[in-house]
């Protein structure tokens, strides 16, 4: 018997830029952004990060958490996607600018 396994997100209304901010204030969660944001969507295993399983996966967790990616299941693979439109309605003008000031680091 397969379990519906609806990956927990906030909605647009529950998303705070405070757990925004804290999101995108580790290094590899700004690349793993980055990579989407490039990207469109992106599937967890794509990603060539020299680490524990484990740890990516709390890396994608909080992501997902704040607001700043939706993750949707196809299959046995997890896609993720910026949520750009959400987070314009929230905080107009500060994930570009975010995004922006981390592709010239």
């Given at each position: ?26 290094p590899v969660r700004m690349e793993i952004v980055l990579k989407i944001a490039r ?67």
């Amino acid at each position: 018997m397969a379990k519906n396994m609806e990956i927990q997100q906030p909605l647009r209304d529950e998303i705070s830029l405070p757990k925004v901010l804290h999101a995108l204030s580790d290094p590899v969660r700004m690349e793993i952004v980055l990579k989407i944001a490039r990207a469109g969507q992106v599937a967890c295993g794509a990603f060539d990060i020299p680490m524990p399983k484990s740890t990516l996966s709390h890396h994608f967790k909080v992501l997902r958490e704040s607001g700043v990616v939706a993750s949707r299941r196809e299959g046995n693979v997890v896609i993720n996607s910026v949520r750009f439109d959400d987070l314009e309605a929230r905080f107009p003008g500060v994930i570009g600018a975010i995004i922006a000031a981390a592709r010239w680091n």
